[in-house]
């Protein structure tokens, strides 16, 4: 006891003395060349006004599950027939083609990156004028109520859990930093956190400065090792070939979304880290995030998780199959980080660690 103690007491003064050398903005990192961040929020990235006539013109999705089952069983009908067929075909959407309408976002602005490196006649263009921004995703998400801000409920839950669930505690460290303005070749590592976030006075925002320990048992699978360098306070990676990236959105289903070309974009500052991250989501991946959450929740945005499927699949536009199916969709989330001060267990710690693996 005595030992857990002592161990809790040192990580309170390396965070309080880190935190007095962090207070300028360059002390810590000037000694150590490194910077560490953990997750706040997590948002689907895609172009939203508060008008929602001129974004959606056509309205909103309005088939989700209740639609759909009025309209497909109009006399009810035994359980086995119209409810749980229904159901099923949430965990198994090919076994029939797509049966209603779906509102895609004609919208041209949008948010993301350009992933392939050329401007095609389905590229978006930016709000500051960037040309060839790669996000088939938005078509899927932008004009569907589950996801548009602030009502949106999933979107709305989904991120409170980025917060609340130890699942999601993503951290990315940076080193070989020379300053968060300019360094030509930095190296950055995602990891799995171990301790809650440190609220601030109001309990609904995280506070930049608390400290996490890396994960080195459960977290294992996830620790990812990016190159990349920062250029004007923005920190841009190449992208890595497989990515993953955890994020349970409903009682820590340990959901993980699977990202080819995976890349991030972030302004930094001492205290944060806001930008994105892109490439392109496993449709598979992204369809087994999403049914995480119950139909009944689901029912809430009117997003039928069947019809979802067959969205994702005609908007998909990359990494064919040996049919020629895309199985993957560009598209990108928003990313909000505070500052943490990032500790790596000591040898002993991982020798135990290992050996309960």
């Known amino acids: 006891m005595r030992h857990v103690t002592n161990k809790l007491a040192a990580l309170a003064v390396t965070s309080l003395m880190a935190s007095v050398a962090l207070a300028d903005g360059s002390g810590s990192i000037a000694d150590t060349r490194t910077i ?19 974004d959606c013109p056509e309205g909103l999705a309005g088939y989700g599950p209740r639609e759909t089952f009025k309209e497909l069983y ?34 041209t602005i949008g948010v993301g990156v350009n992933l392939d490196g050329k401007v095609g006649p389905n590229d978006f263009v ?3 004028g960037e040309q060839g921004i790669d996000n088939a995703l ?53 990891y799995r956190g171990r301790d809650p976030v440190l609220l601030d006075a109001t309990g609904e925002g995280v506070a930049p400065g608390g400290t996490q320990r890396v994960d080195m048992r459960w ?56 930008g994105l991250i892109a490439g392109y989501m496993d ?10 959450w119950s139909t009944h929740h689901l029912s809430y945005g009117r997003l039928d998780p069947a019809e979802f499927y067959w969205a994702l699949r005609k908007m998909a536009d990359a990494y064919p199959n040996e049919k020629g ?32 693996h």
Request: hydrophobic share 40%.
């Open 283 to 292: 449709v598979e991946s992204y369809y087994t995030w999403l049914i995480a």
């Open 138 to 190: 938005q078509k899927v998400l932008a004009c569907n109520a589950q996801f548009r801000r602030p009502e949106g409920q999933l979107q709305l839950f989904g991120n409170k859990f980025v917060r609340t669930s130890t699942w999601n505690r993503t951290l990315i460290e940076i080193t070989n930093v020379d300053s968060l303005t300019r360094s030509d070749n930095v190296a950055v590592t995602i």
């Open 36 to 54: 560490g961040y953990v997750t706040t929020d997590l948002h689907w990235a895609f172009h939203q006004t508060q008008d929602v006539d001129k």
């Open 325 to 356: 199916e895309m199985t993957a969709i560009s598209s990108a989330l928003t990313l909000d980080m505070v500052q943490a001060f990032i500790t790596h267990p000591d040898a002993d710690e991982q020798k135990l660690s290992d050996a309960k």
């Open 219 to 274: 977290g294992k699978p996830i620790i990812q090792h990016l190159k990349g360098k920062i250029v004007d306070g923005v920190l841009t990676t190449e992208p890595i070939k497989a990515g993953i990236y955890p994020w349970a959105i409903y009682n820590d289903v340990p959901t993980l979304l699977n990202w080819r070309d995976m890349r991030l974009k972030l302004t930094l500052t001492p205290e944060r880290a806001n």
């Open 126 to 128: 930016s709000a500051t």
């Open 74 to 107: 109009p006399n009810g009908g035994p359980v086995e027939k119209t409810q749980l067929a229904r159901e099923s075909l949430k965990f198994f959407p090919t076994d029939k083609p797509m049966q209603f309408p779906y509102i895609f976002s004609k919208e």
